[in-house]
Nanobody, 116 residues
């Protein structure tokens, strides 16, 4: 079964950090572009960051620039999102997405809550 599993979410105080992980099972991530998305309560899902299959190209939403870092380890079929200086507005369910042509996989999400 092909699936993505996110982990690393939780409750963190403003200014804190979290590292989200996305692990693929049943397939290799080698040729997939990977994106991290999030959906806050009552809002639409939005893109946070993405990384090319080779890892050489990354992109960030304005809200994530300078605070979040996306990386990948294809050998371990893992993708990471390092999040620093977290703000209450970062509170959301975070999803990873793997895309290759018409193939499109989503994880079940991991919840991040930023609150004092």
């Amino acid at each position: 079964q092909l699936q993505l599993v996110e982990s690393g979410g939780g409750l963190v105080q403003p200014g804190g950090s979290l590292r989200l992980s996305c692990e693929a099972s049943g397939f290799s991530l080698d040729y997939y572009d990977i994106g991290w998305f999030r959906q806050a309560p009552g809002k639409e899902r939005e893109g946070v960051s993405c990384i090319s299959a080779s890892g050489t190209h990354t992109n960030y939403a304005n809200s994530a620039k300078g605070r979040f870092t996306i990386s990948r380890d294809n050998a371990k079929t893992m993708v990471y999102l390092e999040m620093n200086s977290l703000k209450p507005e970062d509170t959301a369910v975070y999803y990873c997405n793997a895309r290759l042509g018409s193939q499109d996989y989503w994880g079940q999400g991991t919840r991040v809550t930023v609150s004092s």
